[in-house]
């Protein structure tokens, strides 16, 4: 792996993007057997053990063949992962970017990238009501338990410009994360606890516009 990262900096070849903005859908899966484990003894569904999280992604060039940015995986728009009684566990991770590539045959590029990142997981309940039966209303609540984890994401891939300012790409990677049992709500305590590794390969489709 050090190898490939390494290579492309040896090329002199310019880069077709100075910044470039990256919008696109991953495939990554997760093993949450102990957490699945304490949601059951809560009388909760389980949740699946697949992650389809939205991937933004900004990058800038600081040198001709290496590009650095911010890069955000999150399922908080579209949770896949979802148990009994409107529970949901969005996943969101973040963090920095290196990425080396070279292009050939004009329009393809091989990327080769590597991020250090922080992720953070919400199981919760945005659709509870709390009741006053003095004044008879009802208002909406939210319970949530979070928990949080560092990681590190690798992956290569291609990228195939459609236009000058426009190009789709491809990539497959692994994410090495986990989040252990520590499970903390806003009380302090709670009966949710397990790990779920996110250990796994990962697999991305992407949208790239750039200047």
């Known amino acids: 792996m050090a190898l490939l990262l390494a290579a492309p900096l040896v090329s002199t070849l310019s880069a077709q993007y100075?910044?470039?903005?990256?919008?696109?859908?991953g495939l990554g899966f997760t093993d949450p057997k102990q957490f699945n484990e304490s949601l059951s003894a809560q009388e909760l569904g389980t949740i699946g053990s697949m992650w389809f999280p939205l991937n933004y992604d900004l990058s800038v060039n600081i040198y001709p063949s290496l590009r650095v940015g911010y890069k955000k995986l999150s399922?908080?728009?579209?949770?896949?992962?979802?148990?009994?009684?409107?529970y949901i566990l969005p996943i969101v991770f973040r963090?920095?970017?290196a990425e080396s590539y070279f292009t050939f045959r004009n329009r393809l590029e091989a990327i080769f990238?590597?991020?250090p990142m922080f992720g953070s997981a919400a199981f919760m309940n945005k659709k509870l009501t709390a009741s006053d039966e003095t004044l008879g209303v009802e208002s909406s609540t939210t319970a949530e338990v979070t928990n949080s984890a560092f990681g590190f994401l690798s992956w290569v891939g291609v990228r195939f410009y459609l236009l000058p300012f426009l190009s789709v790409e491809g990539s497959s990677g692994y994410l090495y994360?986990?989040?252990d049992e520590s499970w903390k709500s806003a009380s302090?305590?709670?009966?949710?606890?397990g790990q779920i590794k996110m250990s796994k390969p990962f697999l991305r489709v992407a949208a790239v516009a750039g200047w």
Request: no cysteine.
């Open 18 to 25: 100075k910044v470039s903005y990256r919008l696109g859908l």
């Open 75 to 86: 399922t908080r728009l579209i949770t896949y992962n979802r148990s009994s009684g409107d």
């Open 95 to 97: 963090g920095i970017t």
């Open 113 to 115: 990238g590597i991020s």
């Open 177 to 179: 994360s986990k989040f």
């Open 188 to 193: 302090g305590s709670t009966p949710i606890s």
